[in-house]
T-cell receptor, first 114, second 115 residues
Framework: AQSVTQLGSHVSVSEGALVLLRCNYS??????LFWYVQYPNQGLQLLLK??????LVKGINGFEAEFKKSETSFHLTKPSAHMSDAAEYFC????????????FGQGTRLTINP | EPEVTQTPSHQVTQMGQEVILRCVPI?????FYWYRQILGQKVEFLVS????????KSEIFDDQFSVERPDGSNFTLKIRSTKLEDSAMYFC?????????????FGPGTRLTVL
């Protein structure tokens, strides 16, 4: 069975600082990996995804994530935090992209300090 | 840009009552999903639906739950007799299903409060 663990339910960084949100997964077969963002009172929006190919994936709003098979990780980073990045971030995994269910981590709430 | 819509945004009901949560997926999508998120917990898969039948369901999706696509646009989740523990945010999602790079698009959610 697949599972996702996000280290840190709350992360707080200063504006302009590096953002690092951690995600580790467990899967018996090569997974597809996703990061979704949820702004207050809104639905889940896809930030980026890894399916195959290049392990460094770039997404919207300056975010990127690197798939590291040896570490079973898919950490999300952004070089310089902006106030508008404050939101809840969810890492998710699926076996077959598109048709299969997503298994989510518990989420990380990102707070940006002025 | 096409989007998934859900109504109502907030539903308050009494324990034991039936509720129907409505979703309008993106028009040319083939796969549909319901997820829920209990306050403070992770988003959990409930059910997936394809070609007018359930393709997968979780342990949460018991006989009290049902899904339907009554016409070409709506996708509904019915809870027959609500319990206090059904209080959660319910998300609908849809996927094109035609390519290897499909993305699940989520609606804004319906917050269900069972009193």
């Amino acid at each position: 069975a697949q599972s996702v663990t996000q280290l840190g339910s709350h992360v707080s960084v200063s504006e302009g600082a590096l953002v690092l949100l951690r995600c580790n997964y467990s899967s018996s077969v090569p997974p597809y990996l996703f990061w979704y963002v949820q702004y207050p009172n809104q639905g889940l929006q896809l930030l980026l995804k890894y399916t195959t190919g290049a392990t460094l994936v770039k997404g919207i709003n300056g975010f990127e994530a690197e798939f590291k098979k040896s570490e079973t990780s898919f950490h999300l980073t952004k070089p310089s935090a902006h106030m508008s990045d404050a939101a809840e971030y969810f890492c998710a995994v699926s076996l077959i992209q598109g048709a299969q269910k997503l298994v989510f981590g518990q989420g990380t709430r990102l707070t940006i300090n002025p | 840009e096409p989007e998934v819509t859900q109504t109502p945004s907030h539903q308050v009901t009494q324990m034991g009552q039936e509720v129907i949560l409505r979703c309008v997926p993106i028009s040319n999508h083939l796969y549909f999903y319901w997820y829920r998120q209990i306050l403070g917990q992770k988003v959990e898969f409930l059910v997936s639906f394809y070609n007018n039948e359930i393709s997968e369901k979780s342990e949460i999706f018991d006989d009290q739950f049902s899904v339907e696509r009554p016409d070409g646009s709506n996708f509904t989740l019915k809870i027959r007799s609500t319990k206090l523990e059904d209080s959660a945010m319910y998300f609908c999602a849809s996927v094109s299903g035609r390519g290897s790079t499909d993305t699940q698009y989520f609606g804004p959610g319906t917050r269900l409060t069972v009193l």
